[in-house]
T-cell receptor, first 115, second 115 residues
Framework: DTGVSQDPRHKITKRGQNVTFRCDPI?????LYWYRQTLGQGPEFLTY????????KSRLLSDRFSAERPKGSFSTLEIQRTEQGDSAMYLC?????????????FGPGTRLTVL | AQSVTQLDSQVPVFEEAPVELRCNYS??????LFWYVQYPNQGLQLLLK??????LVKGINGFEAEFNKSQTSFHLRKPSVHISDTAEYFC?????????????FGGGTRVLVKP
């Protein structure tokens, strides 16, 4: 296993378009997290899944954002009607210790630029 | 709610000199504490973590951190830095009892090691 992967690595889109990002966690990990990192800031929590269930969503996740993890494996994050303020690095992480504190392993991120 | 403050946004340091990155947190509950490193165009990598026990924690690449509960601090240190330590460093906390163990990050400290 090569770790957490994210696709695409870079996405440039025009305002108003929809975009979808994919995250493939480490295969045996049951928890998957999405974070957003804007320039010069630390990552901010967006949402997390335990298996296929989305258990928590941040207030940062507006109605234009939706995340899924259909079979408890990979996850997608969709942003509808993108705005310039959505420009950021979107990070995915996974962890494997259910009910305990496990290290979160991060992917390389998807950098979104909204023109 | 939790918050993390990294007191220095940038730290220039000469090669082979020591470095200390300061981190203070605010939380009404007990927390786990982490330091992550982010190299350019890469995801976050865990340096070390404090869950319980000894307040002095040793991590990878010669880094260590000390948990001080009374001062709510978790400062990161390295006695002798290398050029390869040039990166951004993030302190993070996780609520001890919250499900999911989402991370709350500080704003980051950019370390520039000069020859």
């Amino acid at each position: 296993d090569t770790g957490v992967s994210q696709d695409p690595r870079h996405k440039i889109t025009k305002r108003g378009q929809n975009v979808t990002f994919r995250c493939d966690p480490i295969s045996e990990h049951n928890r998957l997290y999405w974070y957003r990192q804007t320039l010069g800031q630390g990552p901010e929590f967006l949402t997390y899944f335990q298996n296929e269930a989305q258990l928590e969503k941040s207030r940062l996740l507006s109605d234009r954002f939706s995340a899924e993890r259909p079979k408890g494996s990979f996850s997608t994050l969709e942003i509808q009607r993108t705005e310039q303020g959505d420009s950021a690095m979107y990070l995915c992480a996974s962890s494997g210790i259910a009910g305990g504190v496990g290290e979160q392993f991060f992917g390389p991120g998807t950098r979104l630029t909204v023109l | 709610a939790q918050s993390v403050t990294q007191l220095d946004s940038q730290v220039p340091v000469f090669e082979e000199a020591p470095v200390e990155l300061r981190c203070n947190y605010s939380s009404s509950v007990s927390v786990y504490l982490f330091w992550y490193v982010q190299y350019p165009n890469q995801g976050l990598q865990l340096l070390l973590k404090y869950l319980s026990g000894s307040t002095l924690v040793k991590g990878i690449n010669g880094f260590e951190a000390e948990f001080n509960k009374s001062q709510t601090s978790f400062h990161l240190r390295k006695p002798s830095v290398h050029i390869s330590d040039t990166a951004e460093y993030f302190c993070a906390v996780s609520d001890l009892k919250a499900a999911g163990n989402k991370l709350t990050f500080g704003g980051g400290t950019r370390v520039l090691v000069k020859p």
